[in-house]
């Protein structure tokens, strides 16, 4: 872990055009919100949790969730200011919010649905060619954040059996997915910019969302 933190603390130039900063800059934005939100809420689930197994995953989620804000945060120093979004985030921290349920196999069967599609995204923003690709320090970021959220992924899906392979719980991750890509449509122009066919991407989240995941 300390490696990787090295790594994605460094604080080398971007190679980023100005559009392309601006660009990633409206992306993390977006992100950092979700980080801060999710910091907060796995560390109140591991308070909340009877089971010490659990406990500990969730403290681990916890302390990867602030790392990321930490890396995102730092990531942001280098960038532009995106230019202020009241409606977005009223929206966002709308959806944040809604993610969270009394039953904690509810909350954790979300988590499966959005941590997989952030998985997807920052995939898609890191692909071959992609101006992100690229350029060393941000796609170091995406990268070590990706790589925690498939493990989010994985782990929030054993703590969500057996609703996570119901009819219900499909419809739960259908519900995130529809969310997340209404969300994302307001940041149509920013994955344009940085070579990402928001239609493709938005398509491809709503799909999984009718669907199920693949176990
Ligand atoms: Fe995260
Ligand atoms: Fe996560």
Avoid at 25 to 42: H, Q
């Amino acid at each position: 872990m300390g490696v990787v933190a090295t790594n994605v603390l460094n604080d080398r130039p971007l190679r980023l055009s100005a559009t392309h900063s601006y660009a990633v800059a409206e992306l993390v934005d977006v992100l950092a919100v979700g980080e801060d939100s999710a910091a907060l809420t796995f560390e109140y689930m591991a308070e909340c949790c009877s089971t010490a197994m659990l406990t500990s995953t969730l403290k681990g989620i916890a302390a990867d969730e602030s790392r990321h804000q930490l890396w995102l945060a730092r990531l942001k120093q280098a960038l532009p200011e995106p230019a202020p979004d009241v409606a977005l985030r009223r929206l966002l921290h709308r959806f944040f919010a809604r993610l969270a349920d009394r039953d904690m196999r509810v909350h954790l069967v979300r988590i499966v649905a959005l941590d997989s599609a952030v998985c997807q995204l920052l995939g898609a923003l890191q692909s071959a060619g992609t101006p992100v690709s690229k350029d060393a320090r941000t796609s170091s970021v995406l990268r070590a954040i990706q790589r925690d959220e498939a493990r989010h992924v994985a782990l929030a899906r054993r703590s969500a059996v057996p609703l996570v392979y119901t009819a219900r719980g499909k419809e739960l991750m259908a519900e995130v997915r529809e969310g997340l890509a209404h969300v994302l449509t307001f940041r149509a122009a920013a994955f344009d910019a940085l070579r990402v066919d928001p239609d493709r991407l938005l398509a491809r989240l709503r799909r999984l969302a009718r669907n199920g995941l693949a176990k």
